[in-house]
T-cell receptor
């Protein structure tokens, strides 16, 4: 079945550092790919998405490019802030499975120190 | 435009009791999903419902768990005879009719603690 594998955390960086969180996937169809962010004690918020190969999703300084050849959707940000501390989830949605259900990675906890 | 509303936000139940979690989708959304997040894990799909129909319940445990989305009112996730292993965050999500955009929107979750 479909699956998503994320870089294991926790990840700790200093403010203004460059961030990469790796995400790779396996899917039988042509999935859409997502990054969700979960701040402490809150629900998931959609951060960005890409629906087809070579699409780049971007939001709040974060970017991720849908790479079909490497089945990857790595999350990057050039200069992180303390407020970016959260858990980040990579996910895919494969309509070919007949339902709009998301398959999530295990999450990567990010802590940014001032 | 209110988002996906879940209640209660926090629920404590003793082993053997019943837990009922409610979810009101975003306005105009007719598709509802329930996900469970166990401690330190990612979210796992449980069930997908449309009004009065269960479309996909492949992620629901076979016993003690049930879900409904009636014609009127919120969607309900019901857990009977709760056990400690049911302690988790339960997230509801909704999406509009059709498959365009296939983006679903999550509520803030209901945290169930079984003592």
């Amino acid at each position: 079945g479909d699956s998503v594998t994320q870089m294991e955390g926790p990840v700790t960086l200093s403010e203004e550092a460059f961030l990469t969180i790796n995400c790779t996937y396996t899917a039988t169809g042509y999935p859409s790919l997502f990054w969700y962010v979960q701040y402490p004690g809150e629900g998931l918020q959609l951060l960005l998405k890409a629906t087809k190969a070579d699409d780049k999703g971007s939001n709040k300084g974060f970017e991720a490019t849908y790479r079909k050849e490497t089945t990857s959707f790595h999350l990057e940000k050039g200069s992180v802030q303390v407020s970016d501390s959260a858990v980040y989830f990579c996910a895919l949605s494969d309509l070919g499975q007949g339902a709009q259900k998301l398959v999530f990675g295990q999450g990567t906890r990010l802590t940014i120190n001032p | 435009n209110a988002g996906v509303m879940q209640n209660p936000r926090h629920l404590v139940r003793r082993r053997g009791q019943e837990a009922r979690l409610r979810c009101s989708p975003m306005k105009g959304h007719s598709h509802v999903y329930w996900y469970r997040q166990l401690p330190e894990e990612g979210l796992k799909f449980m069930v997908y419902l449309q009004k009065e129909n269960i479309i996909d319940e492949s992620g629901m445990p076979k016993e003690r768990f049930s879900a409904e989305f009636p014609k009127e009112g919120p969607s309900i996730l019901r857990i009977q005879q709760v056990v400690r292993g049911d302690s988790a965050a339960y997230f509801c999500a909704s999406s509009p009719p059709g498959s365009s955009g296939n983006t679903i929107y999550f509520g803030e979750g209901s945290w169930l603690t079984v003592v």
